[in-house]
């Protein structure tokens, strides 16, 4: 029996109505966010009207108009990832060369420089799109891999900004309980680090932005000190050249590191974005990429390679005081000198964490609201609360296990950025153009599932990506089988150089048979 053509038009009717609803939900989200917060939450509505008026952040995910974006933080660009980076958790990880993979000074630098210039590009890529779209780094990756895997990589997200401010707060935390040894707990330590970066998280966007206009002046200043005492000390930049591996498996030591050094500027590029979405969209992207690059890189590989110059430190007070307490004991070790102005700058560069782990923060509750509307009705600064209660417990847990931490889990985020990266350029680059398959972005659609691409091309693309990075990684519990053939005894670390690959060449022709089929 067929069904007339009434029924049809009444059907398409009630479509283009849904349609129609949900393009006028989502517009007028943007618009106001902190009337729909207050209106959807009862009787808790004059309370939260009141937060909004004071100063804390309504909007969460929801675009941001182009008639509500401002200039005034271009050079924020630039001064909020040297504040980020140029902090004490920047430094293990230049230290890891020598006391993970027994590099030599000059090797651990040329590492850091060379992968350190790959991961810039790659994040400083992620946040041109800020300007551009005015929406968080999440929100983006729909429009590659649809609104399931916009979700898959939230959650991916949110365990990474965790993992990121598991290390943060347990190194501040470890820094507090040197300046006195005995008389301050870690555990208090570490609960004093997340309470001070929970408190400009909360209140939000321009917090966030104010607070990291001006951090790095302080920390940047206590670097140049923290070098000049090094140097005072004794750097022996041939210290390690002894026990320095040679032929595969000095390749396989720089790989592995090069892959937490590729980490620790790529683990950025899931939230480079949220951080510029409140610029104009005719911002020159070439503007904002040098901004953010030389944001990371100069901060990041000053930072680092301090971390390795001080592990070629070789007076015995130094290396106890590294093997009692990790890198927080041989700063300590390092001010001491200094007395009671050495302890004092130690409290400082204790507190510079905070700058580092604001992003990871904020960003955290943003990957929440992405993960769908359920989520993303609930307002953004309860998020955060939630991921500074969850990184505060993981520190108090693992406190003594930094160095096993930091060095896993740099290792595995390098893997997942790097498909993550490749897919969000392919489509940018080639599918997204001005003369492309799709001509460029419909905003609006940001939030219609309906609208947005079905997904499984950038879906299957990520799962190549995690094959990649199976045959290709060097984990103490895990060697992949390329990573094996690469390296000698322990293999070497392949893993983010084979995920990449492996999605950027499944996601072109997938990607493109995908479009063809569906039309998004």
């Known amino acids: ?205 321009d917090m966030v932005h104010v607070y990291e206009r001006y951090a790095w002046i302080i920390a940047s200043v206590i670097m140049l000190f923290l070098w000049g005492l090094g140097g005072k000390a004794g750097y022996d930049i041939n210290a390690q050249k002894s026990v320095e591996d040679t032929g595969r498996a000095l390749s396989a030591d720089i790989l592995s590191f090069g892959g937490i050094v590729f980490g620790s500027f790529s683990g950025w590029a899931p939230v480079a974005a949220d951080y510029n979405c409140r610029l104009p969209a005719d911002t020159p992207p070439m503007r904002v990429f040098l901004l953010t690059f030389f944001g990371l890189f100069i901060p990041i590989c000053f930072v680092q390679i301090l971390g390795a110059a001080l592990m070629s430190i070789t007076d015995p007070a130094y290396v106890l005081a590294y093997t009692n307490g990790s890198t927080g004991g041989l700063i300590a070790q390092v001010l001491s000198p200094w007395g009671h102005f050495g302890q004092f700058i130690l409290v400082l560069l204790a507190l510079s964490v905070v700058a580092n782990n604001i992003p990871n923060t904020y960003s955290t509750g943003l990957s929440i609201q992405a993960l769908g509307r359920p989520f993303a009705i609930i307002p953004r600064f309860f998020w955060v609360f939630i991921a500074f209660v969850a990184y505060t417990v993981a520190g108090v847990v693992g406190r003594e296990h930094f160095n096993a931490i930091l060095s896993n889990f740099l290792s595995i985020l390098s893997y997942w950025t790097a498909f993550f990266i490749v897919i969000v350029a392919e489509e940018h680059f080639i599918f997204r153009r001005k003369n492309g398959p799709l001509g460029g972005y419909n905003l609006d659609d940001y939030d219609t599932p309906s609208k947005l691409p079905l997904g499984m091309a950038g879906i299957l693309a990520m799962c190549f990506g995690i094959a990649g990075a199976v045959v290709g990684m060097s984990e103490v519990w895990y060697t992949g089988p390329l990573g094996k053939m690469a390296g000698a005894a322990y293999g070497a670390d392949l893993g983010f150089e084979l995920a990449a690959a492996f999605s950027a060449v499944t996601y072109l022709p997938l990607r493109a048979l995908e479009i063809k089929l569906i039309g998004r």
């Not at 029924?7 to 006028?24: R, V």
């Not at 009787?43 to 100063?55: E, T």
Request: net charge negative; aromatic share 10%; proline share 4%.
């Open 1 to 205: 029996m067929s069904a007339s053509p009434d029924y049809y038009t009444e059907d398409k009717e009630k479509a283009f109505g849904s349609i129609e609803d949900e393009l006028h939900r989502v517009a007028y989200a943007e618009e106001a966010p902190d009337r729909v917060i207050a209106s959807r939450f009862g009787v808790f509505g004059p309370l939260l009207s009141r937060l909004f008026a004071i100063g804390v952040e309504a909007r969460g995910i929801e675009r941001v108009p182009e008639d509500q974006r401002e200039s005034k933080n271009a050079w924020n660009n630039l001064l909020m990832w040297w504040s980020v980076n140029a902090v004490l958790t920047t430094i293990p990880i230049g230290a890891l060369g020598q006391s993970a993979f027994t590099l030599s000074f000059g090797h651990a630098v040329a590492t850091i420089f060379c992968f350190g210039a790959l991961g810039g590009i790659a994040t400083s890529f992620i946040a041109t799109l800020g300007p551009i779209t005015g929406l968080r780094t999440m929100v983006i990756t729909r429009f590659s891999s649809g609104y399931v895997g916009g979700t898959i990589y939230s959650v991916l997200n949110i365990l990474t900004q965790l993992g990121f401010s598991t290390t943060a707060v347990i190194l501040g935390g470890q820094t507090l309980a040197n300046i006195n040894p005995g008389t301050l707990p870690l555990v208090v330590g570490i609960i004093i680090i997340g309470v001070c970066c929970l408190i400009p998280c909360f209140i939000g966007y």
